[in-house]
């Protein structure tokens, strides 16, 4: 099939590679020059692993284009995917000023019958409004059949989660077009689920909330069990065994961030407000989030009192790991809230650094390695669990610090490698405590 995808960030430029990956033949717009420019020449504009290796092999088989040109990109489209941005408005909100442009541009320049597919988050109600801002702008003759079909990927494992997707949501009030939005995603082989286009709207916000609300969830017991003495993890696990529940996501940690949970759960709290309904539970979910970035500021200034003039290693900027994203990364409010205090915080990160220095700026400092950031610390944070982390030489990074005190914010550490230090003093999350005295 011949496909358009508009707006080449992590979701766009993901299903356009993946879709040219199963045979498609894709074209990518977006009207940022050199980003095109570089895709061209298969430089992915972000971290993502497995999609440069993708990008050069399609663009190389010809399956896989990009323009800036409206008018060149969708002159064969048989289904055009609208991937652009709903970042949060200022209402708390999601923005539609992207999406509505993407509608003007393809109102202006489409010239056949096309299937459009909205993969953008988008509030209930907006492939509605789409539709209505196409069909006062399509030339005479021209008709389109609206699909709604949310994106579930996450990043760092965006390849992955596309190809080996769990289910596959077409929304359209077009059965026709819904099939044909079926048959291109066939050779994935993923169950693919066909409701209305409000339940497929509604289903993508419905998942994000409940997931964010399953994390402020075993956050909050975290913080129970250190209060009672119990260990998170062992409880994390036996509750997962229970298919009811299931295992993953009850990871505790320093909270939620990223492009779309933060956003997400405040725009469906906004959807719901605006529907009367009193959606009380996801403020809880917002509530709890931003308690757990505090966290272990908290926990420091328990131990060590005044954190002025302190010096704190922070290890991981990015709010995961295998990305460089920092968008409502955690290390941003523990990077402020330290810097307000007079704390002299160094930190490292294998990829998100640059990013990092855009969005933090220059209260914090920057170091090139883990152990440049603990050189003479007086603890360390760990707020991103990158794989570096979790195998690091911990003898030797605590050899570096001033005193050996590390506040894990992702417990990436097990008893055994705990257990191998010869001088420790660690806290991680909804466990107790492990400190080992110099002999
Ligand atoms: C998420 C959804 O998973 C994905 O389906 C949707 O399309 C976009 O939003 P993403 O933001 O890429 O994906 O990352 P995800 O792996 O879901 O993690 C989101 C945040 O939750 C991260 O900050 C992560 O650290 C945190 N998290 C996740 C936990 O704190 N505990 C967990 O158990 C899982």
């Not at 997400?264 to 709290?269: G, I, N, Q, T, Y």
């Not at 290693?313 to 810097?339: N, V």
């Amino acid at each position: 099939m011949k496909i358009t995808v508009l707006g080449t960030g992590y979701v766009g430029l993901s299903t356009g590679v993946c879709l040219a990956e199963i045979g498609h033949h894709v074209v990518c717009i977006d009207i940022d020059q050199r980003k095109i420019k570089n895709l061209q020449e298969g430089i992915s504009p972000i971290y993502e692993p497995g999609l440069e290796e993708l990008l050069t092999k399609n663009i190389g088989a010809e399956r896989l284009d990009f323009t800036t040109s409206h008018l060149e990109g969708l002159k064969a489209a048989e289904i055009i995917i609208i991937a652009v941005g709903t970042p949060q408005g200022d209402d708390g909100g999601a923005d539609l000023s992207y999406i509505e442009q993407a509608a003007r541009d393809i109102a202006e320049h489409l010239n056949h019958n096309a299937i459009v597919v909205i993969k953008s988050t988008v509030p209930v109600g907006t492939n509605d409004y789409i539709k209505k801002i196409l069909e006062e702008r399509l030339k005479k003759d021209i008709t389109i059949k609206m699909v709604s079909n949310p994106e579930f990927l996450r990043q760092g494992s965006a390849m992955h989660d596309t190809i080996h997707a769990d289910r596959i949501i077409i929304g359209s009030d077009h059965e026709e077009a819904a099939k044909k939005v079926g048959e291109m995603y066939l050779p994935l082989h993923v169950p693919i689920l066909f409701t209305t286009i409000r339940s497929a709207e509604m289903i993508k916000y419905a998942s994000n909330a409940f997931l964010a609300t399953k994390i402020s969830y075993i956050n909050e017991i975290a913080n129970l069990c250190e209060a009672v003495g119990a260990d998170v993890q062992d409880v994390a696990k036996g509750m997962g065994k229970d298919k009811r529940i299931g295992e993953a996501f009850l990871n505790p940690g320093i909270g939620y961030g990223g492009s779309c949970f933060p956003k997400d759960v405040k725009a469906l709290l906004k959807t719901a407000n605006i529907y009367g309904t009193n959606f009380s539970m996801l403020k809880e979910t917002i509530i709890i989030n931003e308690k757990q970035q505090h966290l272990l500021v908290k926990k420091a200034i328990n131990r060590l009192g005044d954190l002025k003039g302190k010096k704190i290693a922070m290890l991981g900027l990015s709010f995961k790991p295998e990305t460089d994203d920092m968008r409502e990364a955690p290390s941003i409010k523990i990077a402020h809230l330290l810097s307000q205090m007079g704390t002299d915080v160094v930190a490292y990160d294998p990829i998100a650094t640059n990013n990092a220095k855009k969005v933090i700026g220059n209260i914090i400092r920057y170091a090139n390695s883990a152990f440049e950031a603990a050189d003479g610390a007086d603890a360390l944070f760990i707020v991103t669990e990158w794989d570096e982390f979790k195998q690091i030489d911990l003898t030797r990074l605590l050899q570096k610090m001033k005193e050996p005190i590390i506040f894990d914010g992702r417990n990436c550490y097990g008893i055994e490698k705990l257990k191998s230090c010869e001088t420790l003093e660690y806290y991680p999350i909804g466990k107790p405590a492990v400190i080992i005295e110099k002999q």
